[in-house]
């Protein structure tokens, strides 16, 4: 299993400003993801993040928005940036434990960030 | 990644058998069923997973038709606690493959 850690757990900030958000895990991973909740809505892949090379986005995601650092195997960072109402969401990271490749990876996920924009 | 289909929302009585469908009729040879679910305000919590036999662990129990087609999720003995939304989430079941969510099921346990 993993334990995942997010700080901070919910902050609320001004529009035009960035909050960065901390994931942290006891044990070494390869694979780190970041999700977004939006209010009463299910969970969005925002990117992909390994350790060593440019994180992987998805369709509607970009680096300039939501920056992703993956300084080693036990620790990520999402940013998100100049901030809008619309981004007032949940933000989760989850991990992918290492194991071989060739069987079923369970996903472990943090606790979670809760994001308001005024 | 093949899509899947749940209703909305359930209810159940608490200490009665919570049975959750899910319709995968897209589902690839290679495809597993993977059930997650998120109690309220915490992260998503892995429950079960299958390819095509009936599974079983200290949470759920998880049968899958003998076409792949559709698979239930069954809580045996449902307790408040339980009250959370259901994913059924199907995908690779190897390599690092990303999970999609779809909309899930909210199950509501009625004491």
């Known amino acids: 299993s993993a334990v995942i850690s997010q700080k901070p757990s919910r902050d609320i900030c001004q529009r035009g400003t960035s909050l960065t958000i901390q994931c942290q895990v006891d044990?070494?991973?390869?694979?780190m993801f970041w999700y977004r909740q939006q209010p009463g809505q299910s969970l969005t892949l925002i990117a992909t993040?390994?350790?060593?090379?440019?994180?992987?986005?998805e369709s509607g995601f970009v680096i300039d928005k939501f920056p992703i650092s993956r300084p080693n195997l036990t620790f990520s960072t999402l940013t998100v940036s100049n901030m809008s109402p619309e981004d007032s969401s949940i933000y989760l990271c989850?991990?992918?434990?290492?194991?071989?490749?060739?069987?079923?990876?369970?996903?472990?996920f943090g606790p979670g960030t809760r994001l308001t924009v005024l | 990644d093949a899509k899947t289909t749940q209703p909305t929302s359930m209810d159940c009585a608490e200490g009665r058998a919570a049975n959750l469908p899910c319709n995968h009729s897209t589902i690839s040879g290679n495809e597993y069923v993977y059930w997650y679910r998120q109690i309220h305000s915490q992260g998503p919590q892995y429950i079960i997973h299958g390819l095509k036999n009936n599974e079983t662990n200290e949470m759920a129990s998880l049968i899958i038709t003998e076409d792949r087609k559709s698979s239930t999720l069954i809580l045996p003995h449902a307790t408040l606690r339980d009250t959370a939304v259901y994913y059924c989430i199907v995908r690779v079941g190897f390599g690092n493959e990303k999970l999609t969510f779809g909309t899930g099921t909210r199950l509501t346990i009625i004491p």
């Open positions: 044990s070494q991973v390869t694979m």
């Open positions: 989850s991990v992918d434990p290492d194991r071989d490749l060739s069987s079923y990876n369970e996903q472990f």
């Open positions: 993040a390994n350790q060593g090379s440019e994180a992987t986005y």
